[in-house]
């Protein structure tokens, strides 16, 4: 299944189960999710973890459709802004050059 057709999949799951408007209840499961993320990760629980992330996913396209925005054009945007950044890798950080300048 392509990514356009989840997307129309969540977006139609979403209305009919009422949470196609938006509300604060949204951003506040994708803190939840993270959580469970973490604790995945922090345990080393492999199936969680994939759960957790497609879990993520699914909450972000909701909010994208609750908010009246596409996905791919945030993605994109967020690439857009990142793909010729200059930096470097701190204790597993990507630090950019403009912050690296300043401490």
Do not use: H
């Amino acid at each position: 299944m392509t990514f356009e057709e989840i997307n129309e999949r969540l977006k139609k799951w979403a209305d009919d189960r009422n949470i196609g408007e938006y509300s604060d209840k949204q951003v506040m499961k994708l803190i939840e999710e993270l959580g469970e993320l973490s604790e995945a990760i922090n345990k080393n629980l492999r199936d969680q973890e994939i759960d957790s992330v497609g879990d993520i996913l699914v909450v972000m396209i909701i909010l994208c459709y609750q908010r009246g925005l596409d996905p791919i054009d945030c993605l994109n945007k967020a690439y857009n802004v990142i793909k010729d950044r200059k930096g470097k890798t701190v204790n597993g950080t990507f630090i950019k050059s403009e912050d690296l300048e300043r401490s």
